[in-house]
């Protein structure tokens, strides 16, 4: 059962996203109304975090630096058509993930997450050995599944978040979760997985 403060904290965590995207609604504007320059706010804002899910899902680095600046190019080209009832930030994902998937098709490879990252260290996974099983395991999954696991664990997108970036419904993000956490499970299961946590 959630406390009173835990309440409050999220409800301040609510308010401190909407100010946020207020914020990108009206650069947004603002460089629609032909002030190009504030663009830039947009991209030093969303460069990294943009680039770190493009690294994950591709796992090439110069490559992830390139499709980076390639999805901001296309973003601000199709800019006029971002639909202001979203964040920018879960629209510029969108292009970010359809530029990645465009890329594996391209390559036809798959790739591992890469090494163990700041924000897995957050959540207590820093075990080399069970880092590696975990991220194996990912790659093996199919792409419709690999990209909502990034998305929800390692981007920790909601399912309101994924479903729009993905341009599927929440029940199909929570779905295709569910199938990939069983396949995940089952292909940990056989290794050493869970002997080593």
């Known amino acids: 059962m959630k406390t009173k403060d835990d309440i409050e904290q999220q409800i301040e965590i609510q308010k401190k996203l909407n ?86 098709k391209r390559e036809e490879r798959y790739g591992d997450l890469g090494t163990v990252n700041a924000r897995a260290d957050e959540n207590g996974l820093t075990d080399d050995l069970s880092q590696e099983l975990l991220q194996n395991a990912v790659k093996q999954l199919k792409e419709k599944y690999k990209v909502v696991i990034v998305l929800k664990y390692y981007e920790q997108l909601s399912y309101k978040e994924i479903a729009f970036t993905l341009d599927i419904s929440e029940k199909k993000v929570r779905s295709r979760l569910y199938d990939a956490r069983l396949m995940l499970k089952e292909m940990l299961e056989k290794s050493a997985f869970f002997e080593s946590n």
């Open 19 to 104: 100010l946020e995207a207020d914020e990108d609604r009206r650069i947004v504007v603002r460089v629609l109304s032909g002030e190009v320059n504030a663009y830039a706010l947009l991209v030093e804002k969303y460069q990294k975090t943009v680039y770190n899910l493009l690294l994950r899902m591709i796992h090439n680095n110069y490559e992830a630096r390139e499709l980076t600046q390639a999805v901001f190019v296309k973003a601000y080209i199709a800019l006029a058509s971002y639909k202001t009832g979203y964040r920018f930030f879960s629209w510029i994902y969108r292009i970010a993930v359809n530029a990645a998937l465009s890329h594996t």
